[in-house]
């Protein structure tokens, strides 16, 4: 079935480091995929989208680009600060039915 | 502005007791979701509707109810809370969209609930 890995553990980086939080998928179809964002005591907020393979998505200094080669979705930022200090989710839409899947989520903390 | 709202933002319940966790949005989508998030699991679909009077369960949907009488409200119930249902809560609803098209999810801000 469809589905999203996402790397295991919490992410802990300096500020201004460059972050990478890899996430692959298993679909049929052509899925979309997301990324969304959870700052804490808050809900998860889309945080960028690709709809279709080679699509770059992009927000707040955020990349990721659809792979379907390597059926990945891997989160970029190049210099990170210490706001973006959240947990982050893959996503991928499941075909036909109005629902998405997600990953169990990234921790990511930023240190000054 | 459109928004989706969740109520109360916090609640402590007795084991045993009913519990209803309200979800109200104005943007019009079609389909409603409610997911529980535990450390360690992520994000657990619940139940889910796709319109009015259309309910589904997910995958941890034991223990809870739904009911869509309109567009805007999902409401969640516990029908009888027990402590391993200690858990944040969010709502979630989204517009219907054609096979390979989809636009995401607007969530909610969360309900955490405390079963004592």
């Known amino acids: 079935g469809n589905s999203v890995t996402q790397m295991e553990g919490p992410v802990t980086l300096s500020e201004e480091a460059f972050l990478t939080i890899n996430c692959t998928y298993t679909?049929?179809?052509?899925?979309?995929l997301f990324w969304y964002v959870q700052y804490p005591g808050e809900g998860l907020q889309l945080l960028l989208k690709?709809?279709?393979?080679?699509d770059k998505g992009s927000n707040k200094g955020f990349e990721a680009t659809y792979r379907k080669e390597t059926t990945s979705f891997h989160l970029e930022k190049g210099s990170v600060q210490v706001s973006d200090s959240a947990v982050y989710f893959c996503?991928?839409?499941?075909?036909?039915?109005?629902?998405?899947?997600f990953g169990k989520g990234n921790q990511v903390v930023v240190i000054p | 502005d459109a928004e989706i709202t969740q109520s109360p933002r916090h609640k402590i319940t007795e084991t045993g007791r009913q519990v209803t966790l309200a979800c109200h949005q104005t943007?019009?989508?079609?389909?409603m979701f409610w997911y529980r998030q535990d450390l360690g699991h992520g994000l657990r679909l619940i139940h889910y509707?796709?319109?009015?009077?259309?309910?589904n369960k997910g995958e941890v949907s034991d223990g809870y109810s739904v009911s869509r009488s309109n567009t805007e409200d999902l409401p969640l119930t516990l029908e009888s809370a027990a402590s391993s249902q200690t858990s944040v809560y969010f709502c979630?609803?989204?517009?219907?969209?054609?096979?390979?098209?989809?636009?995401?999810?607007?969530f909610g801000s969360g309900t955490r609930l405390t079963v004592v």
């Open positions: 979630a609803s989204s517009e219907s969209t054609e096979p390979g098209q989809h636009y995401g999810y607007t």
């Open positions: 679909a049929t179809g052509y899925p979309s």
């Open positions: 690709a709809t279709k393979a080679d």
């Open positions: 996503a991928l839409s499941l075909y036909g039915n109005n629902r998405l899947a």
């Open positions: 943007w019009n989508h079609n389909n």
């Open positions: 509707s796709y319109g009015v009077h259309d309910t």
